[in-house]
């Protein structure tokens, strides 16, 4: 079985049954990482006769507070005003034999709903049969017992918009109708180069990949610098999903990205324009406290055994996140 799998070496699910170790990154024999689909795709919705109805109180949401997809989940909760409605349960950063697992380190839960050790446990209530990889952001339907979805872009869509007849803040819309093109185009771009590109070039197995990658990432970032010298956010002058979804990767670049995933023909707060945005979407209310660099360092420098093989977790950088990003007069 392990034979098939090429790559960083990971665990999976397998029709149910956990294998420790097995390479699931990447199948491509050039050394390209592959990050693979998520499988449980359902949808929240505001109809109460829907399968999965806007019931405050009824899903549980489970997160790393290191993991930048989880992340995009956590901020549009808190933007939304869903922190009452929609309980979360944080998984330790690192990752072990079994991958996520809960614990009572300090910033982590225990599982509230099954009292289970590792988040398998829960992919293989949801299908006894799952073949894949345990993922955060997931979303728990705690009447159903199963998993509505482990999609971070469809999660943060459905928290959007979906509560927004029960009380979540309806004045409040990150995808609005009238700039969903562009938000879909500029995701689009942010997705390949950046977000899932520093991953590409971190999980790279030979040269020529990651250069590929390393050379696309730092294109797309020269580009998105370029920007926001002329408009206050990605999509023109209103704060959107698209800023959201950048921001989660670019918080974490000097801290994990930089170094450990050899990102490093220059460091965030040497792009003047995209330091400061991500200084101001930090300052925004209720996002830094979304923020935890421990878990951030820890997991990324603990779990990736094969990049840092002694575990050391570095002490810096210092970013003074909390200096005036002065775009209030960005057009």
């Known amino acids: 079985m392990a ?38 795709r359902d949808w929240i919705e505001a109809d109460p006769l829907a399968r999965f109805p806007a019931q405050p109180g009824r899903y549980q949401l489970y997160v790393s507070l290191a993991c930048p997809w989880a992340h995009r989940a956590l901020i549009v909760r808190k933007l939304k005003g869903l922190s009452g409605m929609i309980p979360v349960t944080v998984v330790d950063p690192i990752m072990g034999p079994h991958s996520w697992h809960f614990s009572e380190e300090a ?13 398998w446990e829960l992919y293989l209530k949801a299908d006894p049969g799952f073949t894949g990889v345990p993922t955060v952001p997931l979303l728990w339907d705690t009447q159903t017992h199963t998993i509505v979805n482990n999609e971070s872009s469809e ?16 004045d409040i819309d990150l995808y609005p109708n009238n700039l969903r093109a562009a938000i879909d185009a500029i995701n689009a771009r942010v997705y390949d180069a950046i ?5 590409r070039a971190g999980f790279a197995t030979s040269q020529a990949a990651y250069e590929e990658a390393y050379d696309a990432l730092f294109a797309a970032l020269d580009e998105l610098e370029q920007r926001l010298a002329e408009q206050r956010y990605l999509c023109g002058d209103r704060i959107t999903e698209a800023d959201w979804r950048l921001f989660t990767t670019l918080i974490r670049f000097d801290a994990v990205y930089h170094g ?9 707060i040497e792009f003047p324009k995209l330091w400061a945005w991500t200084r101001e979407l930090y300052q925004w209310p209720g996002v830094a406290e979304t923020v935890d660099f421990d878990h951030i360092k820890r997991h990324y420098y603990m779990s990736h055994r094969q990049i840092n093989p002694t575990g050391v977790v570095p002490k810096g950088p210092q970013l003074d996140l909390l200096l005036a990003h002065g775009r209030e007069g960005s057009s």
């Open 3 to 40: 034979a098939k799998y090429k790559g960083v070496m990971m665990a999976i699910l397998i029709d149910g049954v956990w294998h420790e170790e097995l390479d699931y990154l990447s199948g491509d024999e050039s050394g390209r990482f592959q990050r693979k689909e998520s499988v449980f």
């Open 155 to 170: 999660i943060i869509r459905m928290f959007n918009s979906a509560f927004d007849g029960v009380g979540a803040h309806s």
């Open 107 to 119: 910033g982590c839960d225990p599982d509230p709903v099954m009292q289970a050790s590792y988040l």
């Open 260 to 268: 450990h995933f050899k990102c490093n023909r220059q460091r965030l």
């Open 195 to 199: 977000n899932n590109g520093v991953y």
